[in-house]
């Protein structure tokens, strides 16, 4: 499996979610921005979103969504990568309706990529329920990582 983006949780005060793009040559680019994501909403798009930001080509509905974000950009002013990593994907913000589409899209469709999910034991318990949650509603082959213990 090669990696195109890695996301992983930080909890520094405020829960959130931190992206890189992975590059041929194996380096990280970071995404600008940081997504925290409502874990508590049902159902909770953690995952969702994060495709939808920076990993949309691998759907079978790829050119669906790129035509849903150029129509957000052109009416909000921005897409669905700047909503995620701006945290701006709540009821009523600008393009939300869009947003929504994309994600009942996205999810209703088989995703080709691969998704690999592991949890740090560190991390707060409502982040492994959010993305299991999220993960039951994708057509994706999934890895998922056993939650390691922590260190004693």
């Known amino acids: 499996m090669r990696p195109t983006v ?16 992975v590059s041929d040559d194996g380096s990280l680019e970071r995404v600008p921005g940081a997504y925290a994501p409502d874990l508590e909403a049902d159902p909770a798009y953690p995952v969702t979103d ?3 930001a920076v990993a949309r080509d691998h759907s079978t509905v790829a050119q669906r969504l790129d035509t ?9 002013g921005t897409g ?5 990593f701006d945290s ?31 949890v740090d034991p560190d991390a707060p318990p409502a982040v492994e329920r959010a993305l299991a949650a ?14 390691p213990t922590a260190p004693e």
Do not use: M
């Open 88 to 118: 701006q994907v709540a009821w009523g913000s600008d393009g939300y309706g869009r947003h929504f589409e994309a994600r009942s899209q996205l999810e209703s469709h088989p995703y080709e990529g691969r998704i690999a999910v592991g």
């Open 50 to 52: 994060l495709l939808l």
């Open 68 to 76: 849903l974000d150029t129509k957000a950009r052109a009416n909000y």
């Open 6 to 21: 890695v996301a992983h949780w930080y909890e520094g005060g405020v829960g959130r979610l931190l992206a890189y793009e």
């Open 134 to 147: 999220n993960l039951d509603r994708l057509d994706a082959p999934t890895v998922g990582y056993e939650r």
């Open 80 to 84: 669905f990568r700047e909503k995620v």
